[in-house]
């Protein structure tokens, strides 16, 4: 457990909690990791279930739309995909070498004395390897991941006895704020897909829309990057301990300067 997690609850913040998506949210993929990803997704389709190769990319993108994910969706088709194997062929393999400790992120993530949890649609192996990468791993209390919401899914003796659960779908959103054990009012939900976004509001999430200039409609915030957190969402940095003349903010406006110095560089 990260020793600024859980010790230290902000009485007076608005937030007990935030709840961080993990690619294209703490990191950008277009750094060579997406394009990688979609190489091995379409190698996959067509060295293990047997698509011809023109037609890989074009049922990738079907997968996506239809069902979440290509794994979702051979499975939902009825192919009987072992979701270790899927995950060790698409992500095993990625660059990892490519993404880069940020430590610009991880002194604003260790600023933020609120519980940090990481809700993502990717399996542990990966989740762990790319926070490892950027530098970050310690600064999360818990990594809510695809075998947290697909618990299930070894067991399984036909393809499509257990849905492949992921966000937005709401069963795999519930399952995520149970194990986090969080109220929903009082956690930031950060996530850089719209309809997750609009998934984590139905359930009383604040959200933050990452990577975008526009808001969505069911988004609270929308930042461009993850470091502009301290310019776009001030409050999270507000505390009880100290309620002087400030009105609860117990950092001094140095400490706030030194946060927004700190976390404007590339924002
Ligand atoms: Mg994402």
């Not at 902000?10 to 909690?17: G, I, K, L």
């Not at 009987?80 to 660059?95: C, E, K, M, T």
């Not at 795999?172 to 996530?191: G, Q, S, W």
């Amino acid at each position: 457990m990260d020793s600024c997690s859980k010790s230290v609850r902000d009485s007076s913040s608005p937030f007990d909690c935030l709840i961080f998506d993990l690619d294209d949210t703490l990191y950008s993929s277009k750094i060579g990791i997406a394009e990688a990803l979609r190489k091995n997704i379409d190698d996959f389709l067509v060295e293990k279930c047997g698509f011809p190769e023109s037609k890989a990319s074009t049922l990738r993108v079907e997968l996506f739309k239809t069902y979440g994910s290509s794994l979702a969706g051979l499975r939902a088709l009825g192919y009987n995909i072992d979701a270790d194997d899927y995950h060790s062929f698409v992500h095993g393999r990625l660059p990892y070498e490519l993404i880069k400790p940020d430590t610009q992120l991880r002194n604003l993530l260790r600023s933020i004395t609120q519980r940090k949890i990481i809700f993502t649609n990717s399996d542990r192996n990966h989740a762990v390897k790319a926070l490892d990468r950027l530098g970050l791993k310690d600064c999360f209390e818990q990594i809510i991941c695809f075998e947290t919401m697909n618990p299930n899914l070894s067991k399984s003796t036909l393809p499509d006895e257990f849905p492949v659960l992921l966000k937005p779908s709401m069963d795999a959103m519930k399952i995520a704020l149970d194990v986090a054990e969080v109220d929903p009012r009082r956690t930031l939900f950060l996530d850089d897909n719209v309809r997750n976004v609009a998934a984590g509001k139905s359930l009383g999430l604040r959200t933050v829309l990452v990577g975008k200039t526009v808001k969505s409609k069911e988004a609270d915030y929308v930042i461009e990057t993850v470091t502009s957190l301290a310019q776009v969402i001030p409050e999270l940095w507000v505390s009880g301990i100290d309620s002087g003349d400030e009105g609860g903010i117990s950092r001094s406006k140095s400490e706030i300067e030194f946060i927004h110095a700190t976390t404007a560089v590339g924002a």
